[in-house]
Structure formats: C-alpha cells, structure tokens
C-alpha cells in the first residue's frame, strides 16, 4: 500500500524518454507490415538516417581538396564506430559529381554536400541518439572541415535536439510550479507547513506515476497483465505532460480536502476532529470524481499505440494511486504525526498576509 507507492518513485529513476520512432506504431495494419518489412530488409536505421550536411559558402567548394579529404577523414571515423551500419554510409567524396547531384549529396552550386549514415537501431533508440551526439562532439571536430560550417539533422538528430530543448527547460518548469504552488497554498490554508507537505505529495504522486509506465511498460509488465504495448523508452512528451496534468489534478484533491479540515480547525481547534471531518465530508465527493476521470483516462489505454496507451495508463493509475494511497492514508498519517504544527503561521508572516 503505502510503502509500495513510497517504492514506485525509486523505480522511476529507471526512466528512459525518446523522440519517438516507428516503434510506437500499432502493428497489423498494411502500412506498419510493409514497414517491418523494410526494417527487415534494409534495417531499421535505414529509413531515417543521419544527414551532416556541409555548407562551404562557397561556388564549388564541397569538391575542393581539403573539404573532400576531411569527408574521407569523417568516413573513416563513421565505419569505425561500431554503431553505425557501413552500408547506409553515402558521400558524395565517391561518386561523380553529376551522380552526387542525382542522389542529392551535393546541391546544384556544388557549395553543400551531404553525408549520409544510419546507425542499426531505429530513430529514437539509444544507439541512434548516442551516434548523433558522437558524430557532433568528437567526429566532425576530428574531420577538420576548417571554416566550412557542418550539422548534422535528420530524425535521430531531431529527437536528440527535442530531448535536449524539452528537459533542458522542464527542471525550471517543475521548480516554478512548486514555488508558486507553495506561495498560493500559504496564502490560502495560513500555514507554512501544509504547503510544503502537499507539494511533497504531489510530487510523490507523480513520481509514483512514473515508477507506474517504467513497470508497465519498459518491464513489459503491462504486456502481460493486460495485453498492452511495452517499449523500452517512453514517449519524450509523456512525462512532461503528466506532471502538467497530475499536478494540476492533485492540486485541486489537496485544496478541496484541506479547505474543509482548516474550516473545521478554526472552528474547533481540534487537529485530530479536523482531519477526520474533513476526511468524512470530502471522501465521497473526491472518489466520485477519482471514479469519472479514471474511467475517462481508460479510454485512451485501449488504443494501439503505444504513446496513447503510456498516457493513459500514466493518468489513471496517477489518480487511482492519489486518490487512494495518497489522499486516504498517507495525507491524514501526516497530518495526525504533525499535530498543531499543520497550522503554524509565525506572526511575521501573518501580519504580512
């Protein structure tokens, strides 16, 4: 119960987030058959490889001497690295100008020429990501291109990029919620204590929610318990997404079960009777509403792919384990711990409110 839930959030520290990639389609539909047959013909790496382009700013400067001998210098680099498959490995360096042209390695002006590679896994896959960022940070620097400007796009790059961009920024995200969270809570319950122990459960639901779609999904637990899709990774926006939502879900459970225990606290002084009534007046409300959104959130588990599926396993089980584990049991256990120190407001503090 309370200690499994306790538990789920070191599980979450498991977490492996992708772009995604065709992995997440549903399989036995005419489009993904003819797709696997392609991924198995031609490998999965393949159909979305890694484009470096070459941009020398110059009329015919990607045939010149010293750019094509930092291509073949790049190349050797690329069939050196054991994630990389040699046989999607194309450049322009080894073929006539006009055939580079025909296979769009080289544009119209001869300036820009383009490399392409693809690693043996799929876009979104750890192998491909981790050669998008070997290709960047070690192997275009030891090419030597000199002053021509080289990046590197394609599906793998765009996932890295996206990635990079999204959880670069979600840490602030999370880190303003809280603080405003806090500073809204301390003004609407006048303690300093409750607000810091209903972010924390918060962030302990969601947490928990994550530990949720590693178990379900990355251990394929879901896959056997109720037929679900797994994946190694989960969808990149899932848990940016859910911590939106849960957040905001959870918010609104805490407020409406603590207004009711401050009503009663004012009114009778009494921590142990506030927190039972509040308990009593506000539990068949919550479960009602735990009841409609999770049959709701259901919905989306019953589609085939696996990205809906990860959102609305991550949903339903966030309120389910909210409503029951966290609100029921671990809420009012504190609360009863904490005494009268629920409602602590030191003097500065309130005369400034």
């Known amino acids: 119960t309370g200690v499994q839930t306790c538990a789920l959030p070191i599980s979450a520290r498991q977490l492996a987030v992708t772009a995604g990639d065709n992995r997440g389609y549903p399989t036995g539909t005419p489009a993904t058959n003819g797709l696997h047959v392609l991924e198995r013909t031609l490998g999965p790496g393949s159909l979305a490889p890694d484009q470096i382009l070459i941009d020398t700013g110059q009329p015919h400067g990607a045939l010149a001497p010293r750019v094509q001998a930092a291509q073949r210098r790049l ?52 192998q491909a990501m981790g050669l998008v960022r070997r290709i960047r940070g070690r192997y275009i620097p030891e090419a030597r291109f000199g002053g021509a400007s080289v990046v590197v796009t394609g599906a ?34 006048r303690s300093v204590v409750l607000p810091i122990k209903a972010v924390f459960m918060n962030l302990l639901s969601v947490a928990a929610t994550y530990g949720v779609l590693v178990f379900c999904f990355q251990h ?29 879900l959870s918010m609104d459970y ?44 259901s919905g989306f588990a019953t589609g085939r792919f696996v990205g809906l599926q990860e959102f609305g396993i991550g ?9 029951t584990i ?28």
């Open 75 to 126: 190349i050797a680099l690329l069939r050196a690295d054991p994630a990389v498959n040699p046989k999607t490995i194309a450049a322009p360096v080894r073929v006539a100008p006009r055939q580079a042209r025909a296979a769009s390695l080289l544009d119209p002006s001869e300036d820009i020429a383009q490399i392409r590679v693809a690693s043996y896994g799929d876009a979104g896959t750890r």
């Open 220 to 248: 394929s637990a879901g896959r056997v318990l109720f037929g679900l899709q797994s994946s190694p990774q989960i969808d990149g926006w899932i848990p940016i997404f859910l911590f939106a939502m849960l957040f905001g």
């Open 156 to 189: 793998p790059a765009f996932g890295v990029d996206f990635i990079s961009q999204a959880y670069g920024a979600f840490p602030w995200l999370v880190a303003a919620v809280l603080l405003i969270s806090y500073f809204l809570l301390l003004r609407a319950f």
């Open 315 to 323: 949903l339903a089980a966030a309120i389910l384990l909210d409503v």
């Open 326 to 353: 966290v609100r029921a049991l671990l809420v009012p256990a504190t609360m009863k711990l904490l005494g009268r120190w629920n409602w602590y407001l030191p003097e500065g503090v309130r005369r400034a409110m």
């Open 254 to 297: 805490e407020v409406f079960l603590l207004t009711r225990m401050r009503e009663e606290w004012d009114h009778s002084g009494d921590n142990d009777l506030a927190v039972a009534t509040g308990l009593e007046r506000t539990g068949r409300i919550i479960t009602a509403a735990a009841v409609i959104m999770i049959a709701a959130f």
